[in-house]
């Protein structure tokens, strides 16, 4: 996540890289033309009056900010829930590394150790890999041994394989007397909680926010920018270009 530091009000007034602004100019700039055409023609259409007036407005205006506040808090609630469930997946990684190196989990030898540690940090790459839907070849091949990535590599969930090639490893460790029962379930623990961590995201990235709810919002935002500037300008005339685009840039960025 990029952390911006808090700018001057004025420069906030006039910040262009991050805005959503760049986005929605080229339909800002539609609502501005359809504005003057309704100031130009008194608010007629091929000669008829489009009868409309701001009453109706305020009631439809009320109602999508409350349905576009809804699908932001909506988005809002994801974007918080994966945030946590990425930190528990770093919490649960380092947790398991240093209970594998300091309960006996892994072979005292300097290169299984480093061995081991690599295997978990691939882990989280092949994790970020399989929510982008990207292939995490190059990120895996500098951390894995010719064998292990060539298992992973053949495997359709990674980050579950890479678990798997972990738990193989305490399970080897522990037949061989060198790991004690309560030790194991420690280390089962962890391996189970970057499991569900992993279910998680898969969830969230599998499960957008319904497109039929998408499309009527954009839907309704639209005709009401279109329709707005008719609405308007029998009561603030010259005005109404700069109202409607305000309007129309406060719905559309919520929308965009």
Not at 21 to 47: E, K, M, N, Y
Not at 55 to 81: H, K, Q, V
Not at 135 to 151: I, K, Q
């Amino acid at each position: 996540m990029i952390v911006r530091p808090r700018e001057h009000w004025l420069r906030m007034l006039l910040v262009w890289n991050g805005s959503v602004l760049p986005t929605i100019l080229p339909q800002l700039v539609l609502t501005l033309v359809i504005s003057l055409v309704a100031v130009w023609g008194g608010g007629r259409v091929l000669g008829e009056k489009v009868p409309l007036n701001p009453t109706p407005f305020t009631l439809i205006g009320l109602t999508l900010a409350i349905f576009a506040g809804f699908r932001n808090n909506a988005s809002y609630d994801r974007y918080r829930e994966a945030r946590q469930l990425w930190g528990g997946v770093l919490t649960a990684a380092r947790t398991l590394t240093s209970q594998a190196l300091c309960y006996g989990a892994v072979p005292p030898d300097a290169r299984e150790r480093r061995a081991f540690v690599r295997t978990v940090i691939a882990f989280v790459h092949a994790l970020k890999h399989q929510l982008r839907g990207t292939d995490p070849v190059d990120d895996l091949r500098p951390l894995l041994d010719d064998a292990t990535h060539a298992r992973i590599a053949a495997a359709r969930f990674r980050p579950v394989a890479i678990v798997h090639e972990l738990r193989a490893t305490f399970a080897a460790r522990a037949d061989a007397g060198r790991l004690a029962d309560t030790r194991l379930w420690m280390l089962d623990a962890r391996l189970d909680d970057l499991v569900s961590m992993v279910s998680g995201c898969e969830r969230i990235a599998s499960t957008p926010i319904p497109f039929s709810y998408d499309v009527l919002l954009h839907r309704t935002i639209y005709a009401y920018c279109v329709l707005l500037p008719f609405g308007l300008v029998d009561s603030i005339g010259a005005a109404t270009p700069f109202v409607t685009v305000f309007v129309a840039y406060t719905l559309i960025a919520l929308d965009a």
